[in-house]
């Protein structure tokens, strides 16, 4: 079974800290994918990577940004956390068309 | 550029009921289809998928879809819905057409699914 991993289920952090959001695959994925998942919004592609240390914008990039150094890793990054940014991020990585996705962490942010 | 729209948000149906969830889409090329389902708590998990071929697909969990071109959709279908069930479901479109986005999908807003006993 394809498994995705998120280092947290729940976070809380302060406005303006760092924030780094871990996300890991175990099948040798290229493509892996961050979104953000809001109640009647679905889910926006916040960044994804198609390759180690490649990556393309989303439909909503503003305020993160990303690092893929390794194959199976793919990290978000909130560079200066806003309340505006209190979500669920959701991870996934890809194999031909489909995605496969890791339980999600919910941040919020006070 | 490619939308899908959920027209329902809500929807409560009772358990052993049959169950639609409505998805339309709007993409210039052929698509790729999907629908995923969110239970409480947990990431998206893959129901089934149209790719090509048979309009009418089958999935997990005595899910079916239908992919009607001339409507533009891919309405989700159960004969008779259980209590676990009950879940958010995700309508989501992609390129048919494979290069450095060829795996991106675009995601309807989501419908939520309550069974009444």
């Known amino acids: 079974d394809v498994k995705v991993t998120q280092s947290s289920r729940y976070l809380v952090k302060r406005t303006g800290e760092k924030v780094f959001l871990e996300c890991v695959q175990d099948m040798d994925h290229e493509n892996m994918f961050w979104y953000r998942q809001d109640p009647g919004l679905g889910l926006r592609l916040i960044y994804f990577s198609y390759d180690v240390k490649m990556k393309e914008k989303g439909d909503i990039p503003e305020g993160y940004s990303v690092s893929r150094e390794k194959k199976e890793r793919f990290s978000l990054i909130l560079e200066s956390a806003s309340t505006n940014q209190t979500s669920m991020y959701l991870c996934?990585?890809?194999?031909?068309?489909?995605?496969?996705f890791g339980p999600g962490t919910r941040l919020t942010v006070t | 550029a490619q939308s899908v729209t959920q027209p329902d948000i809500h929807i409560t149906v009772s358990e052993g009921a049959s169950l639609e969830l409505r998805c339309n889409y709007s993409y210039g090329a052929t698509p790729y289809l999907f629908w995923y389902v969110q239970s409480p708590g947990q990431g998206l998990q893959l129901l089934l998928k149209y790719f090509s071929g048979d309009t009418l697909v089958q999935g997990i969990k005595g899910f079916e879809a239908e992919f009607k071109r001339s409507q533009s959709s891919f309405n989700l279908r159960k004969p008779s819905v259980h209590w676990s069930d009950a879940a958010e479901y995700f309508c989501?479109?992609?390129?048919?057409?494979?290069?450095?986005?060829?795996?991106?999908?675009?995601f309807g807003g989501g419908t939520r699914l309550m069974v009444k006993p």
């Open positions: 996934a990585s890809s194999f031909r068309d489909e995605q496969y």
């Open positions: 989501a479109v992609g390129p048919s057409i494979h290069n450095n986005a060829g795996n991106m999908l675009t």
